[in-house]
């Protein structure tokens, strides 16, 4: 079985009830970067 990046930071996003807008000011990164990632589109 193969995990992705895509789902795995969406999963965990999600199991601990963040937006991605919470995610990305913790990671210090653009919301969008953080769709981006869970759409699997950028890794950067």
Do not use: C, P
Request: charged share 30%.
């Amino acid at each position: 079985m193969n995990i992705y990046f895509n789902e795995n930071i969406k999963r965990l996003r999600k199991e601990r009830d963040l937006t991605q807008e919470a995610l990305a000011d913790f990671l210090g990164v653009s919301f969008q970067a953080v769709s981006k990632w869970e759409r699997g589109v950028s890794h950067s």
